[in-house]
């Protein structure tokens, strides 16, 4: 009789666990794309700017944020990271605009220049962004976008 409880009990987890991971199961990924760049004072030997993403969320529910990471390559090296602890809701069927400051070092700056021989201008560089939206233990949203860089008129940095 006990192992008999047991061996029920032991299928009732499991389908309880199969059927929480069924309700854990991610939508449509988030459609983040970047929409700008905008410079913000710099320090020393590290430039900043601001990155501004568009996040779509195009799922039934909403997605709550507390906190963004992001970590931007141009012409396929590292360039740029940044962090920021804002926190906000993207409701279902809806989009938001997140800013995101990233610091730009100096040795990050030369190793582009030296890649590209000389250095004028990033205008028009491929560039692929990686970065998560924190959402606590199950609520990470993982994304990447990548296009050509368009930078503020003057296309420096």
């Known amino acids: 009789m006990l192992l008999r409880c047991a061996r029920l ?6 389908l309880g666990t199969l059927s929480a991971c069924a309700v854990l199961q991610p939508g449509d990924p988030l459609n983040i794309s970047v929409i700008g760049f905008e410079p913000l004072p710099s ?13 779509q969320n195009p799922n039934e529910n909403a997605i709550d944020y507390d906190g963004v990471a992001l970590n931007l390559e141009v012409n396929g ?23 995101v400051p990233v610091s730009i070092t100096a040795f990050a ?3 582009q220049a030296y890649g590209l021989g000389k250095l004028q201008t990033l205008q028009g560089m491929p560039y692929r962004l990686r970065g998560k939206l924190a959402g606590g233990l199950f609520g990470t949203v993982r994304f990447t ?4 860089l368009d930078l503020p008129e003057d296309g420096s940095l």
């Open 145 to 148: 976008d990548e296009g050509k």
């Open 9 to 14: 009990w032991l299928l009732l987890t499991m």
């Open 109 to 111: 700056f030369l190793r």
């Open 43 to 55: 320090e020393a030997l590290e430039m900043r700017m601001a990155i501004k993403l568009r996040v």
């Open 77 to 99: 090296q590292p360039l740029a990271a940044g962090v920021s602890d804002r926190q906000g809701r993207i409701a279902r069927y809806d989009e938001a605009v997140i800013v």
